[in-house]
């Protein structure tokens, strides 16, 4: 099957300067991709360069085989693409309702209630905290928010930055099986994860990027016994 989303020979960064370099990465249809690496590698930059947040200088983004190279992320929402950020990602003076309904600005969907109520069936926690200011919750349940808010465009492929930064680690369980099950609603992820280990148990694939290059990709499972990888990347210990 062809990739959902295809980057070639991607380079992007700031004021003319380039942080991501000749970037190559598919991600196939109902996947769980991840991106791992040290910080500072470019990997915040690669996902908001595919959701166009960050200029592309060179090479082309397809998704669904359209190339999506020169669109602007309000384009991309209606296509399928939505993203979650890495931090400060809820609205934190309103409400989780209020955050959940930012969500279908971009894109609104034909029938909102069945898809915040399908959004609310992923996210059970959220449902007796509808009205309360998204500020007032725990880090955990913020991010579930933030999920939620980006679900609610109905996209095909969710970009996540660092899901479960700054989460405990029964937080970062709880996140990890809930995009488990966001997949099996048919959603493609690719994610980019500081929590490198228990990420690529999850994943289909991994892809490790340093200075900007992709190192290495390969399946979450061989990257997990790549000496290399374990080595520089993974704590060094077996996996
Ligand atoms: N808005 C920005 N303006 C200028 N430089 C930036 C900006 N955001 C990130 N950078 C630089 O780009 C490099 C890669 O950053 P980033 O993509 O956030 O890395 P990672 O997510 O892998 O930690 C870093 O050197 C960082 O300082
Ligand atoms: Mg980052």
């Excluded at 399928?80 to 309103?94: D, E, Y």
């Excluded at 069936?121 to 999920?147: H, I, N, T, W, Y």
């Excluded at 148990?201 to 979450?220: E, T």
Aim: no cysteine.
């Amino acid at each position: 099957m062809s990739a959902l989303l295809s980057v070639q020979s991607l380079v992007a960064g700031y004021g003319g300067v380039a942080i991501i370099e000749d970037i190559n990465l598919d991600v196939a249809e109902n996947e769980i991709s991840v991106i791992i690496g040290p910080n500072g590698a470019g990997k915040s930059t690669l996902l908001k360069t595919i959701f166009a947040l960050t200029a592309r200088s060179e090479g082309t983004i397809s998704f669904a085989g359209k190339d999506i190279s020169g669109l602007k992320t309000s384009q991309l929402v209606p296509l399928g693409i939505s993203m979650v950020p890495q931090s400060r990602n809820v609205f934190p003076t309103l409400t989780v309702d209020e955050n959940l309904d930012v969500g279908t600005y971009a894109a609104p969907p034909k029938d909102k209630e069945a898809v915040r109520e399908n959004v609310l069936s992923l996210f059970p926690d959220l449902r007796d905290k509808l009205g309360q200011a998204a500020g007032e919750l725990s880090g955990g349940q913020r991010q579930m928010v933030a999920m939620g808010r980006a679900l609610m465009s109905e996209p095909k492929l969710l970009l996540l930055d660092e899901p479960t930064a700054g989460l405990s680690p029964a937080y970062l369980e709880i996140i990890f099986d809930l995009l488990l099950d966001i997949r099996k609603h048919g959603v493609t992820i690719l994610m980019v994860e500081q929590n490198a280990k228990q990420a690529l148990r999850i994943a289909d694939n991994g892809h490790v990027l340093v200075s900007g290059r992709n190192f290495i990709s390969g399946s979450g499972e061989s990257l997990l016994n790549d000496d290399a990888v374990r080595r520089s990347f993974l704590g060094g210990a077996a996996a």
